[in-house]
């Protein structure tokens, strides 16, 4: 790719407002949107999952979205390639990518590559999901938190996908992660970059994220977890662990009131854009940060300063 065409990405926790912020700037700019959204690429999840309207998507188009099912794996690593392709073909358009989404591995990936990593294996994949299954993942993460602290102290406690990955590689390599990512960094970028994090007051944010909750309820969510099940998508798969629909799963089988379904929701979301926070904090620099109406003229602008000029 282009260094010298600088790709413009628009991050933010769930909730602050990167979707209708993108709304807003294609009226004014021939943008389109490369999703960075680990859940939006799953079909038939679109009430839980805040995916743009189909009208929405019909006025701006948003490119890796709803492309795998939701018992298929996919990755950073398949995102990052995926994102490369979309890009170029919009530039080949004369239309500008805008990549955004919240979650900041894939970004990071696409950014700046990702290293060697061993090949996966069923086998220690399952073993190491018997035992979540039988003592929890805070039990992957304290063997995690013995053998890498330095990997150890990057991720959730509660991040299964990523526990069964870290120690996965400890059993394939007897290496530890942070050893195989070490020499790689994550400091030479692909390409030049222009971030916009969103930034919202703590309350706000926490509010939004509770009204949001509750316009799932209005928008179907039940009726969507259902439908899931009956396709034969159950809650063992990454896809369902995640969430709103885990909590809808528990009460769909009577084994939570749908009171106690709406909190631990509402809970277990501003506990997830609490991490994406600490994430960007870690990530960017306080250049980074806007507010939605400052995010939404500074992209124009910076749109403006590498768009030539017609004859």
């Not at 995102?79 to 805008?98: E, G, H, Q, T, Y």
């Not at 990549?99 to 700046?112: R, S, W």
């Not at 939570?256 to 909190?263: E, H, K, N, Q």
């Not at 631990?264 to 507010?291: M, P, V």
Request: hydrophobic letters at 40%; glycine letters at 6%; proline letters at 6%.
């Amino acid at each position: 790719m282009d260094r010298q065409e600088r790709l413009i990405i628009l991050t933010g926790p769930t909730g602050s407002g990167k979707t209708s912020l993108a709304l807003r700037l294609a009226q004014d700019v021939p943008i389109e949107v490369i999703s960075a959204d680990s859940m939006q690429v799953y079909r038939y999840m679109d009430v839980a999952t805040a995916k743009p309207t189909h009208f929405e998507r019909a006025w701006l188009p948003h490119h890796l979205i709803d492309i795998i099912d939701p018992d298929a794996e996919f990755n950073a690593g398949r995102f990052a390639a995926m994102a490369m392709d979309k890009i170029r073909d919009v530039r080949n358009r004369s239309k500008i990518p805008l990549v955004v989404g919240g979650t900041g591995l894939y970004i990071k990936a696409l950014v700046y590559g990702l290293c060697y990593a061993p090949p996966r294996s069923e086998e220690i994949r399952e073993a190491l999901r018997s035992l979540i299954r039988k003592k929890g993942t805070d039990c992957l993460w304290s063997a995690l938190q013995r053998v890498d602290p330095i990997s150890a102290q990057n991720i959730s406690p509660n991040d299964s996908s990523r526990l069964v990955r870290y120690l996965e590689m400890i059993f394939l390599t007897g290496l530890r992660p942070s050893e195989i990512q070490g020499p790689h960094a994550f400091s030479h970028p692909l390409m030049e970059v222009k971030v916009a994090c969103l930034t919202l007051p703590r309350d706000t944010l926490n509010a939004t994220i509770d009204n949001r909750v509750l316009a799932m309820l209005e928008q179907g969510i039940i009726g969507e977890t259902r439908r899931l099940l009956d396709m034969g998508y159950h809650r063992g798969l990454k896809s369902m662990d995640t969430l709103a629909y885990k909590h809808v799963i528990a009460y769909l089988l009577s084994e939570i009131s749908l009171d106690t379904a709406i909190r631990l929701i509402q809970r277990d979301t501003r506990h997830y854009a609490k991490r994406q926070i600490t994430w960007n904090r870690r990530h960017y620099g306080a250049e980074c940060y806007f507010s939605p109406e400052t995010a939404l003229s500074t992209i124009f602008a910076w749109i403006k300063a590498q768009t030539p000029e017609p004859p």
